[in-house]
């Protein structure tokens, strides 16, 4: 298995950042973030330690199906096909199709890193505090 790095963006800073790689002004390296969330709480949604004990239990069980995840997970296949077509979009989950449709999800990294700036460009955000305990 392997780690995904991924970090945090508004979308105003994943278009630009994609318009200044497309110019050819940015040039990515190999540590780069591969996949990007537009914000701290879409991270924790998909990475709450619920869907955490689900990626658990597939690499675990290599499930052959959403019915047999269903019973090991004790979770509601619509609420399954929800989360892991999520974190398909996120490349944390491949959904296989096997025999007569079934999805067969395989966990795709077994370690996850995030980048997290918290200056903008290595200064004070204008308006910011000094003091870390008074919150941004």
């Known amino acids: ?3 995904l790095k991924v970090g945090i963006a508004s979308y105003e800073q994943m278009k ?9 002004d940015l040039v ?4 780069e973030p591969k996949v990007w969330f537009t914000s701290l709480e879409s991270f924790a949604k998909v990475m709450s330690e619920r869907n955490q004990e689900l990626l658990n239990i597939i690499a675990k069980e290599l499930p052959n199906s959403l019915t047999e995840l269903e019973a090991l997970s004790g979770r509601k296949k619509a ?6 077509n999520r974190m398909a979009v996120y490349g944390l989950v491949e959904l296989l199709r096997g025999e007569r449709g079934r999805i067969a999800p395989r966990v795709k990294f077994d370690r996850l890193e995030l ?6 460009n290595g200064r004070k955000e ?4 000094q003091n870390a305990a008074n919150g941004p």
């Not at 990515?28 to 540590?31: C, H, K, T, Y």
């Not at 609420?79 to 892991?84: A, E, F, I, Y």
């Not at 204008?126 to 505090?129: I, Q, V």
């Open 1 to 3: 298995m392997t780690t």
């Open 16 to 24: 630009a950042r994609t318009m200044s790689i497309a110019r050819g």
């Open 28 to 31: 990515l390296g190999v540590n």
């Open 79 to 84: 609420n399954l096909s929800r989360t892991l």
């Open 115 to 120: 980048e997290l700036p918290l200056l903008q």
């Open 126 to 129: 204008p308006g910011a505090t």
